[in-house]
Nanobody
């Protein structure tokens, strides 16, 4: 069981910033690594960022490295994705997920479970 709820998405101009949040209810994910993925219409879901259980290690896709920052507050049972210098190609539905399958890498969607419903991020020129 358990549920993840993303929030904070919206529409911004290129170069702007957004901070999306992922809050857990019904369970805690403080002992699990977490990840952010995104999916644009007609495209496959792709890895954006990952963070280990303690928050001491982070991982980023090359396309967002230097612009996005993943963080977590385990006391609040929440993970964040700060998105700066947004580009139109960042437009997608952003999902958070819990990493439960350690046989696969941080970059593979099949490494994760308990996906949220997603929050829409739209970046206009």
């Amino acid at each position: 069981q358990g549920q993840l709820v993303e929030s904070g998405g919206g529409s911004v101009q290129a170069g702007g910033s957004l901070r999306v949040s992922c809050a857990a209810s019904g369970r805690t994910f403080s002992n699990y690594a977490m990840g952010w993925f995104r999916q644009a219409p007609g495209k496959e879901r792709e890895f954006v960022a990952g963070i280990n259980a303690s928050g001491s290690s982070t991982y980023y896709a090359d396309s967002v490295k230097g612009r996005f920052t993943i963080s977590r507050d385990n006391a609040k049972n929440t993970v964040y994705l700060q998105m700066n210098s947004l580009k139109p190609e960042d437009t997608a539905v952003y999902y958070c997920a819990v990493r439960t399958y350690y046989s696969f890498s941080y970059y593979q969607p099949k490494s994760y479970d308990y996906w949220g419903q997603g929050t829409q991020v739209t970046v206009s020129s």
